[in-house]
């Protein structure tokens, strides 16, 4: 079976830290690794009007910030086929006919939707739209055969009911569907990065955010403010790491190479751990070897973004390019589906 890579992202604004660490990083290696037939990577719009439909032009406008994000990580446009999903009218087609074989209990069931309606408080007006867009996700998926999906646990529901949507239209209309898998961060503490306040996710909503465009010396004062141990409040008072965002944050992004390299009085993060614990090291001390760290990681980010805004009129024919290839693809699997479905009825 041939291995096809599918992934994306709403376009509501910059890509931080959190989408790095929880997916981004894992496309960089799946595409570094040349393992696979096929990668995809969707701007997804149609998804975010879904909850933002009062607010077009922010989605537009972040669809230009997402695909230059793209760019500036190395996520490379040889390699990867970057769409927008309004532009692929055959996943609405798909969505149609998926919404039979869903049931409204099992979209009100889904976790990721339940939390994302109880932070909305829509009450007893939710709109269909926002209630059914898993469904539209597994088309995504589906429409495109992908089998591997590198994304955040936060996604794993939807795609377990892609899953399930697969299996009833295999078992009724005859095997035309492929399963997909999960494709997680390879470390656990880059599933649900916190935010600087380290109380929540990290979320735009929230303004807990670190952005991968962030200039130096936004990321120094956004770290600086970083949540620690409220009870250490002199060097020498013991420290706590469980829950001080800026260990956290170490233990998602330090190797052993960034560590050395920025930190010359510890042989390692766990000694540094130890020590902090112990009492005697500031908080000062470590947010700074955090800077240096992300500074490390965002700078070259940060310069080929700027590079690519130079040119946009470049940046939107990849985008234009990706897509149309992606419409071919589509084009030709709707055939399969809807002779699936007998409603090829001139072909
Ligand atoms: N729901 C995803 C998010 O909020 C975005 C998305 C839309 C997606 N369609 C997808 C992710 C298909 C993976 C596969 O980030």
Redesign the pocket.
């Known amino acids: 079976m041939e291995k096809i890579i599918?992934?994306?992202?709403?376009p509501t604004g910059k890509l931080h830290l959190g989408h790095y660490v929880g997916s981004i990083k894992k496309r960089l290696e799946m595409q570094a690794s040349n393992d696979y037939d096929k990668m995809y990577v969707?701007i997804?719009d149609s998804?975010a009007l879904t909850d933002n439909f009062d607010n077009p032009s922010k989605i537009r406008e972040s669809v230009k910030e997402i695909i230059l994000d793209y760019l500036a990580c190395g996520l490379d446009p040889e390699k990867i086929t970057f769409f927008i999903?309004s532009m692929i009218p055959e996943l609405t087609e798909y969505t149609f006919y998926y919404l039979n074989l869903v049931t409204l209990a099992r979209l009100e069931r889904n976790p990721t939707v339940k939390n994302e309606l109880q932070q909305k408080e829509f009450k007893n007006n939710i709109p269909v739209g926002f209630l059914c867009?898993p469904v539209?996700?597994a088309a995504?998926?589906t429409l495109f055969k992908?089998t591997h999906?590198p994304?955040?646990v936060?996604?794993l529901p939807?795609l377990e009911q892609t899953n399930e949507i697969v299996r009833k239209f295999n078992s009724l209309y005859g095997n035309t569907l492929v399963e997909c898998e999960a494709i997680l961060p390879d470390n656990e503490i880059c599933f649900r990065l916190p935010g600087i306040d380290g109380k929540n996710k990290m979320s735009k909503s929230l303004g807990n955010c670190i952005y991968l465009s962030d200039e130096e010396d936004i990321l120094k004062e956004k770290v600086m403010k970083m949540y620690t141990d409220p009870n250490h409040i002199k060097v020498s008072d013991p420290g706590q790491i469980e829950g001080n965002v800026v260990f956290t944050y170490l233990d998602a992004f330090e190797t052993p190479e960034l560590f050395t390299k920025y930190c010359k009085d510890y042989v390692s993060l766990a000694e540094l751990k130890k020590a902090y614990q112990k009492g005697g090291v500031g908080d000062m001390y470590i947010k700074k070897i955090l800077f240096n760290i992300l500074n490390d990681i965002l700078t070259p980010i940060r310069e080929r973004r700027k590079e690519y805004a130079k040119d946009m009129d470049k940046v939107y024919a990849i985008l234009k390019q990706g897509t149309s290839n992606a419409r071919e693809v589509a084009k030709t699997n709707l055939k399969e589906f809807k002779k699936a479905l007998r409603i090829d009825y001139f072909d």
Do not use: F
């Open positions: 599918l992934t994306g992202d709403r969707m997804a998804q999903q867009y539209s996700q995504d998926i992908a999906i994304v955040g936060d996604q939807m």
